[in-house]
T-cell receptor
């Protein structure tokens, strides 16, 4: 069965304290891995898509990396506005147009 | 560029009733997917439509159905509502299969069944 597991479930950091979020996956065939950010009461906001092991993408204080079994979302010198739930999702089969989501990591950045 | 629009934002229904939710995708996007989000199960795939055809369906009972119109707008319907159907229902649209530019989500419809 295709599975996506995110850890930790919740993470509390001080402003400026860098850390990483983990997304491990067990799927039959990976087409793409997505990272989203979700604020309370809103829909997920697209951050990155990664396609193959070794790929990296950056956006402001965020950097996503991908291996054959997991992805990391590194957050460097975070600010309070980076507080949100970060969701990882995989698209399994080309053309299936279906995302399998992890449970998310709830990130809180204290000023 | 307008985003994905979902209506209504909030809805309260009684057990046994039915409900219809609407989603207008980004202009030019032909693929519309629906997801259910609950605290316990997270985001779960309901179904996906492309050019008025359902291409993929998740593991939900037949009470959950949907359709897509020629202008790509989509509706989902839940019949005989149960308390467990209370959730945030999210719609996502995409252009080139979602992998290049990602799926764009709407803000969702918060359904409460009492």
């Amino acid at each position: 069965e295709d599975q996506v597991t995110q850890s930790p479930e919740a993470l509390r950091l001080q402003e400026g304290e860098s850390s990483s979020l983990n997304c491990s996956y067990t799927v039959s065939g990976l087409r793409g891995l997505f990272w989203y950010r979700q604020d309370p009461g809103k829909g997920p906001e697209f951050l990155f898509t990664l396609y193959s092991a070794g790929e990296e993408k950056e956006k402001e204080r965020l950097k996503a990396t991908l291996t054959k079994k997991e992805s990391f979302l590194h957050i460097t010198a975070p600010k309070p506005e980076d507080s949100a739930t970060y969701l990882c999702a995989v698209q399994i089969i080309q053309g299936a147009q279906k995302l399998v989501f992890g449970q998310g990591t709830r990130l809180t950045i204290n000023p | 560029k307008a985003g994905v629009t979902q209506t209504p934002r909030y809805l309260i229904k009684t057990r046994g009733q039915q409900v219809t939710l609407s989603c207008s995708p980004i202009s030019g996007h032909r693929s519309v997917s629906w997801y259910q989000q609950t605290p316990g199960q997270g985001l779960q795939f309901l179904f996906e439509y492309f050019s008025e055809t359902q291409r993929n369906k998740g593991n939900f009972p037949g009470r959950f159905s949907g359709r897509q119109f020629s202008n790509s707008r989509s509706e989902m319907n839940v019949s005989t509502l149960e308390l467990g159907d209370s959730a945030l229902y999210l719609c996502a649209s995409s252009s080139q299969g979602g992998t290049t530019y990602g799926y764009t989500f709407g803000s969702g419809t918060r359904l409460t069944v009492v």
